[in-house]
């Protein structure tokens, strides 16, 4: 469920999508079901809006890329050397 937020401050010289509202999603502890050099598709239930920043922390020590971004998610790709149990927590501004 979506939670209104009422008030936004942009910072100068910030490029942002929107000047009355914040669209945050947060998925933490997402599994990388095919492992490390593979990609993983994360979805979100809402619809993203057409421009959005996407932070993924690895928990592990391992590089991300995100690819193919489009309104239902997004690709996360890690890269490095893991041992096994590999998850990534995932934060979208917008």
Same mark, same amino acid.
């Given at each position: 469920? %979506?939670?209104?937020k009422?008030s &936004? ?6 490029? *942002?999508?929107f ?5 945050v999603g947060?998925q933490? =502890?997402?599994? *990388?079901?095919?492992g490390?050099?593979?990609?993983? +598709?994360?979805?979100f ?5 057409? &421009?959005?920043?996407v ?6 020590n391992?590089t +991300?890329?995100?690819?193919?971004? &489009? *309104?239902?998610?997004f690709?996360? &790709?890690?890269? =490095?050397t893991? %041992?096994?149990g590999?998850t990534?927590d995932?934060l979208?501004?917008a």
């Amino acid at each position: 469920m %979506a939670i209104d937020k009422h008030s &936004t401050h942009v910072l100068d010289g910030t490029t *942002s999508t929107f000047t009355d509202r914040t669209i945050v999603g947060v998925q933490a =502890g997402v599994v *990388s079901t095919t492992g490390v050099n593979q990609v993983t +598709a994360v979805t979100f239930a809402e619809p993203l809006p057409a &421009t959005y920043a996407v932070f993924v922390t690895p928990n592990q020590n391992l590089t +991300a890329f995100v690819t193919a971004k &489009t *309104s239902t998610g997004f690709n996360v &790709t890690l890269q =490095g050397t893991a %041992a096994g149990g590999i998850t990534f927590d995932v934060l979208v501004l917008a």
